[in-house]
């Protein structure tokens, strides 16, 4: 089945605890603390594959978890770090997070990181300075990044036929390629984007080509099928436009051609700016050529005459197009510069909101970490939190927010008390 838009969960894993341990060794006083961190959670990685033509694998299972790290040990032992997930996508798969894009994948190999593993917690070995030879604390594994992804398969092809149901785009494609769509006469005959390798005669020139289905008057806001589909041609260098000249559905070939362009600029102004070749299909069924006349004559642009079923004038087309495309560059998806990263968590500085009377909300990455590293089972480990909340100015801007003893400080999912 030919699945092209999925929305998917996924989770990374969380780092493991470091350990407080101490040396025991006979005969070796005073042997230290030995403990060891904990190790890094797995991250989930989505890669493009070239085996892949569908992201029917998402269909049914939406959540993806990676592996979690290991816990430290005593001995100066690190936990082992956690597997991470690579999950295949089909090439030309556009990643998206809250309608804003991560990643395009669309080159064989290619990977993005969507969900980074947790850190693991540092050993109290770690903790050992000339005051504190003896330090009892440890920190927490950090939980993995959680976020929820839309996948959009966009496909790679070179060329686009658009045109309305019936005019021909399926039967030129098994003309000029090897593929083999199904093909009919009613309307939607074609229910999922086709592709078709052309390669040119005496020349290692070869180009893919995509038959759009279901596109009509509406298709940009749902009507028909070209809105599931319409996405296909935004990766398109060229558009090649097929007209029914003929008539043979009883509609007008000028107001196809006029419709269809309409509802590319209501998708995305992108297509409505590609280059495309006009085609004139089924000249072998004019009883003359008054039609073709009044449609160049409305037309600035060249248009080519053909007949799909019957091949003439396709070489003419076939050769036209590959000339086009030796100087119409592949555009990206995403336009940005090499020193550009995207962060999907930006950082952030310390906020601090009352939410409600007596009740205080402390929030940026910066404490949030501190707080998921801390055991607050551990005094030890309280007393160093208190003392870098107090290092990155955390009391402070809870004093100017009128905090008073007894009030409720919330960082996190921890709730305190303030003293």
């Known amino acids: 089945m030919f699945i092209d838009y999925v929305q998917i969960e996924v989770i990374a894993g969380k780092g493991g605890n470091g350990s407080v341990s101490f040396r025991r060794e006979k005969y070796v006083p005073r042997g230290g603390p030995d403990g060891g961190d904990g190790g890094h959670g797995g991250s989930v990685i989505i890669e493009a594959s070239a085996d892949l033509t569908t992201l029917a694998s998402f269909r049914y299972k939406k959540v993806f978890k990676a592996e979690a790290g290991t816990n430290g040990s005593g001995a100066n032992r690190h936990g082992k770090n956690g597997t991470d997930l690579v999950l295949k996508v089909p090439v030309g798969t556009v990643l998206y997070q809250d309608e804003r894009v991560i990643a395009d994948l669309e080159s064989p190999g290619q990977q993005a990181v969507v969900a980074k593993g947790g850190k693991g917690g540092r050993g109290n070995v770690r903790f050992a300075t000339s005051v504190n030879r003896a330090p009892k604390n ?23 036929l658009i045109g309305y149901p019936n005019v021909g785009k399926s039967t030129l494609l ?61 990766r398109t260098r060229l558009l ?33 700016e590609l280059r495309q070749v006009i085609v004139l299909n089924k000249i072998d069924l004019l009883e003359n050529r008054r039609q073709v006349e009044e ?38 998806m995403i336009r940005s510069t090499s020193e550009e990263t995207i962060e999907l968590k930006p950082e952030e500085g310390i906020i601090v909101e009352v939410l409600e009377e007596g009740v205080f909300a402390v929030g940026g990455r910066r404490v949030e970490i501190l707080a998921a590293k801390t055991d ?12 870098m909340a107090k290092r990155i100015g955390v009391f402070e801007l809870l004093r100017k927010q009128g905090i008073r003893s007894g009030d409720t400080v919330v960082i996190g999912e921890m709730e305190f008390t303030y003293e």
């Open 138 to 160: 440890a920190e927490l594994g950090l939980p993995g990044e959680e976020l929820v992804i839309k996948m959009e398969l966009k496909l790679m092809a070179d060329v686009g």
């Open 174 to 234: 098994s003309v000029i390629s090897a593929a083999k769509p199904k093909i009919g006469d009613f309307p939607f005959t074609t229910i999922t984007p086709n592709l078709g390798v052309v390669q040119m005669q005496n020349s290692d020139q070869s180009f893919v080509v995509a038959d759009i289905p279901g596109l009509i008057e509406g298709a940009h806001a749902g009507k028909g099928l070209g809105h599931r589909f319409l996405r296909h041609i935004e």
């Open 240 to 272: 090649v436009h097929l007209v029914d000249i003929a008539a043979v559905e009883g509609r007008d070939p000028m107001e196809d051609y006029q419709r269809i362009n309409e509802e590319l600029a209501k998708f995305n102004q992108r297509l409505a």
């Open 295 to 332: 449609f160049k004559a409305k037309v600035s642009e060249d248009v080519l005459e053909i007949s799909a079923a019957t091949t003439q004038g396709v070489d003419q087309l076939v050769y036209k197009i590959a000339q086009l495309l030796e100087d119409l560059p592949r555009l990206p």
């Open 376 to 387: 607050f089972n551990n005094d030890e480990a309280v007393a160093n939190f208190y003392r």
